[in-house]
């Protein structure tokens, strides 16, 4: 996965400048007692960035991204904040 801006490659998820959107996700899984998945999430956003991987960040942040811009009333709202300002 690489940065298009800078070319920079990333070695895993949690080094992507989207990673914190992602682990906002998991914090709101984890306050919503949705614990099944979640640490295979936190697993796969720390190992070597694959194909498959690639395929559940990319699906994970469309999906927040859908949900951000249309829930402006619950944690979702921080989450819109942070994909309009992500500086």
């Known amino acids: ?33 949705i614990n ?8 796969i956003a720390s190992n070597p960035i694959t194909e498959e991987t690639t395929e559940i960040f990319t699906d994970i942040v469309a999906a927040l991204v859908r949900i951000a811009n249309e829930d402006n009333v ?6 819109g904040c942070m994909l309009d300002n992500p500086n």
């Open 74 to 79: 619950n944690e979702f709202e921080e989450l």
């Open 36 to 43: 099944q998945d979640v640490q295979l999430l936190l697993d």
């Open 1 to 33: 996965m690489t940065n298009s801006n800078y070319g920079k490659p990333y070695n895993t998820f949690a080094e992507h400048p989207l990673a914190p959107i992602y682990f906002k996700y998991v914090d709101i899984l984890i306050s919503r007692d």
